[in-house]
Each structure stands twice: as C-alpha cells, then as structure tokens.
T-cell receptor
Framework: ETGVTQTPRHLVMGMTNKKSLKCEQHLGHNAMYWYKQSAKKPLELMFV???????ENNSVPSRFSPECPNSSHLFLHLHTLQPEDSALYLCASSRRTGGNYGYTFGSGTRLTVV | EDQVTQSPEALRLQEGESSSLNCSYT??????LFWYRQDPGKGPEFLFT???AGEEKEKERLKATLTKKESFLHITAPKPEDSATYLCAVQATTDKLIFGTGTRLQVFP
C-alpha cells in the first residue's frame, strides 16, 4: 500500500467520548502533519512532527493530543470535544521540514461531534 | 503576517470555456507556492510547485504561473472532470504551508 492512509473515514462521537484518529504513510517521509479543514476556512495547521519529535503546536486546545510513535504513524487522540470541533481532519507527510517539499495528504477523517 | 487570498470563491464554466484562478499572497521570504486539487470527501492532491517569479508549469489543461505577488492557475478548454476545489498554499521561512480558502470550480457539459 502506498501514500497516506487515514482511518476511520467517518467518525461520530459524543462530547464525553474518547476516540483516536490514525494516519499511516508508506512514502519514506520523515515529517508528518495534522490539519483541520472547516467549511469556508483555510486549512489550519494543528501539529507538526519531524523525525518523530513534535516541532510545532499551533495553540491547539488540550482536548486534542497528538502522538507519533515512529516516522510512519501519527495519531490524534480526542477527548471531551465540542460541537465546533466538527470538521475534516487531514494528515499529511513530507520528505522533511526545512525544505520546500510539497505535502502528500490523506483522504481525511470527517468528524462530527454531537 | 503571512497571508494567502484566492479568488474567485466559486467559478462556473461551460465545458471548453477557458479561465483563470487567482492566488495573491503576502509572505516574508517565499520558498515555494503550491497548487492542490481537492475533490469532495478527499484530501488535497498535489498539482504544482513554483519557486520563483516568472516560473511556469503545465499539466494537461492546467498551467500555473508565478509573479512576485500572485499566482494564476489557467484552465484551458476545461472538462467536467476538472470540477473540484483548487487550493493555493505558500511556504515561507517558517516551513509550514499557509493555505488560501480555495476556489470551487464547476464545469458543465
């Protein structure tokens, strides 16, 4: 399997639930990213991991908790979310940070918080 | 503050009717400008990277150009399968990609 794979594709969760989003890349990239995409807003960068180390956290609420156990896998742990957190969550990877390399995106997880 | 503005927000074209999408940017130290295509329910798909003013790249019916302040995505004789949202992003000295809100293109037969 190649590219960037995200699971699940769709997720509906209550505000008191705990769930995790998973991202896996088979491109040999060593930087991975979480983005949030809401209607009529630009993609918002949430977290950046380079060589499994978190290098950026864009003032994301603590109810979102990322984890990068190795260069191929990235998780986003969710707990006590709010309805305004409903959005498309995209994972991306690139060859590395510090260079002008394009990102390869997964298909996203459509999250609905009820 | 680094910023990307795309226009128009939405564009409806008849099949074969050529047009252009605009991406204006203000950024300190541009390292690259990226165009992506996004279909409904899918992640963005990479199209082009442009690095310096005057550069042009082509792929099938698409041609991207870059000046010091903006980029254009020209679509020549579009087909219905070109319908998608087209995203522009810039990469500055901070490494991260800064995206615009996109142009939603619809091409009718």
């Amino acid at each position: 399997e190649t590219g960037v794979t995200q699971t699940p594709r769709h997720l509906v969760m209550g505000m008191t639930n705990k769930k995790s989003l998973k991202c896996e890349q088979h491109l040999g990239h060593n930087a991975m990213y979480w983005y949030k995409q809401s209607a009529k807003k630009p993609l918002e960068l949430m977290f950046v991991y380079s060589l499994e180390e978190r290098v950026e956290n864009n003032s994301v609420p603590s109810r979102f908790s990322p984890e990068c156990p190795n260069s191929s896998h990235l998780f986003l742990h969710l707990h006590t979310l709010q309805p305004e957190d409903s959005a498309l969550y995209l994972c991306a990877s690139s060859r590395r940070t510090g260079g002008n390399y394009g990102y390869t995106f997964g298909s996203g997880t459509r999250l609905t918080v009820v | 503050e680094d910023q990307v503005t795309q226009s128009p927000e939405a564009l409806r074209l008849q099949e074969g009717e050529s047009s252009s999408l605009n991406c204006s940017y203000t950024v300190s130290g541009l390292r690259g400008l990226f165009w992506y295509r996004q279909d409904p329910g899918k992640g963005p798909e990479f199209l082009f990277t442009l690095y310096s003013a005057g550069e042009e790249k082509e792929k099938e019916r698409l041609k991207a150009t870059l000046t010091k302040k903006e980029s254009f995505l020209h679509i020549t004789a579009p087909k219905p399968e070109d319908s998608a949202t087209y995203l522009c992003a810039v990469q500055a000295t901070t490494d991260k990609l800064i995206f615009g809100t996109g142009t939603r293109l619809q091409v009718f037969p």
